[in-house]
């Protein structure tokens, strides 16, 4: 029974909330009951009349003007432009933030240069990258990145610079945000399983329901298409199978970004009626499809630092995974619980050899599953993650104060010299390593800034 000391922390939890496509929606709308049963919540949204009405009913829910005082504001956060108004509150009140996501560098994208404000993004650029951030700044506002500077150039410094706590669902992102923050609160919450049908469905029974036959062999890719999921190599890696495996069936379960040329790469490998994309499932017939497959993909590069939920999924239904290596993906799991494919040179061929390996044996599928199905049971349990994060909340309120003073005492308005001046000072200081240091910068630069702001 939870204390009544306990249940007094009210916390406003800010995130996209179910229908929204935004996978963190459906994480956020998963986690609540557990994470009511430890505090007092309210639900921050933009639109709070769009909010799914089983949500509404369970729980208060403000516009983000109105959001009630609270002990804690909790900022979920993830890299598309979804987040842009949690993003914006993150950076104006001290609060937790959950990093789904290590790199926003997408959101902040959208947040300057797509409206125009070029400058804006390389203010930002330079604030997190230095000089070297402004150059590299300047290719990406031209198109010329490609998806792989905006990865190895993350920004986040100002949601990090003005967090009481920060909790990360990867220990990639734990242990960056814990270089960038030292001393301050930081949390590994591994992405906690959630299944809509448990126990899950067989994949006989799966396939009876989603109209699949029985025979054939079924390589899933979950979740949106986007470029990173690798979906071309997918689809030439299916076509130069199905010699060996005639009953090889290429299946994505969910939308497709309408940018991405799936079509084209489906038509040019020839893989015909091979290939299946169903478009936006319900959380229900998405259950469906991991359980229906012989094999799921779970690609991803480059990485921002992110954890698939689907993946969790997939792994928490006993599927096999294959993952690109060098992710999180494949880091946050024991040897042998995901099948990993070097993103190199080789990448297709190492994908073609380890998908033909799977699908020639039935004996390893099983093997992989029961393992995957065992270790994410104990390890992404959702009771323990929403027990563990009310914990971490309340040890976060507790130490809060001096720490909120320190934070709002370093901000100065933007575009005015003393804002100017502190954030190179800021660049500098962390340069130097010497971002430990309490920096007072309001009382350092004020009057040579002549309190301008």
């Known amino acids: 029974m939870t204390s009544e000391a306990t249940r007094s922390l009210k916390v406003n939890v800010w995130s996209p909330l179910p229908p929204s496509p935004s996978g963190i929606a459906d994480y956020v709308a998963e986690s609540l009951p557990a994470l009511a049963r430890h505090l007092d919540l309210h639900l921050v949204a933009e639109a709070p009349e769009t909010v799914a009405a089983r949500l509404r009913e369970q729980f208060p829910v403000f516009p983000t003007e109105a959001a009630p005082e609270a002990d ?53 650029m330079r604030r997190a990258h230095g000089e070297t951030g402004t150059f590299v700044g300047r290719q990406v506002a031209r198109a010329l990145g490609g998806e792989l500077l905006p990865a190895l150039f993350p920004l986040n410094d100002r949601v990090l610079e003005g967090s009481l706590a920060v909790v990360g669902l990867t220990d990639y992102v734990r242990s960056r945000a814990a270089r960038r923050l030292p001393g301050r609160p930081v949390l590994h919450l591994p992405h906690h399983l959630c299944l809509p049908l448990d126990p899950p469905p067989t994949r006989a029974e799966a396939r009876r329901a989603l109209g699949l036959p029985d025979e054939w062999l079924v390589v899933t890719a979950p979740g949106l298409a986007t470029a990173a999921k690798r979906l071309d190599l997918a689809v030439r890696a299916a076509a130069r199978l199905r010699a060996d495996h005639p009953r090889l069936r290429l299946v994505v379960a969910g939308e497709v970004d309408p940018a991405l040329p799936l079509a084209d790469w489906v038509a040019g490998a020839g893989l015909g009626d091979a290939f299946r994309s169903t478009g936006r499932l319900s959380l229900e017939d998405f259950e469906r499809h991991l359980c229906a497959a012989d094999v799921v993909l779970s690609l991803r590069f480059p990485t921002h630092g992110e954890m698939s939920g689907a993946l969790v999924r ?140």
């Open 314 to 453: 997939a792994l928490g239904v006993g599927r096999p995974v294959v993952v690109s290596a060098g992710t999180p993906a494949a880091d946050e799991f024991p040897e042998g619980i995901v099948a990993p494919i070097d993103p190199g040179p080789r990448e297709e061929e190492e994908l073609v050899a380890v998908l033909g390996r799977l699908l020639a044996d039935a004996r390893l599928r099983e093997d992989m599953g029961r393992l995957a199905r065992a270790h994410v049971r104990e390890h992404h349990d959702l009771d323990a993650s929403a027990a563990g994060l009310a914990a971490f909340l309340r040890e976060a309120a507790a130490a809060s104060a001096p720490l909120r003073r320190q934070i709002l005492a370093d901000r100065a308005a933007e575009g005015g010299l003393l804002g100017y001046l502190m954030e190179e000072v800021r660049w500098g200081a962390r340069d130097l390593g010497l971002s430990r240091l309490p920096m007072d910068l309001d009382e350092l630069l004020g009057a040579l800034a002549g309190r301008q702001s």
């Open 72 to 124: 804690l504001e909790l900022y979920h956060l993830g890299n598309s432009p979804a987040h842009a108004w949690v993003y914006r509150a993150a950076c104006a009140r001290p609060g937790v933030a959950v990093l789904h996501d290590w790199s926003l560098h997408h959101l902040v994208l959208c947040e300057t240069v797509e409206r125009g404000d070029v400058g804006g993004y390389l203010r930002e």
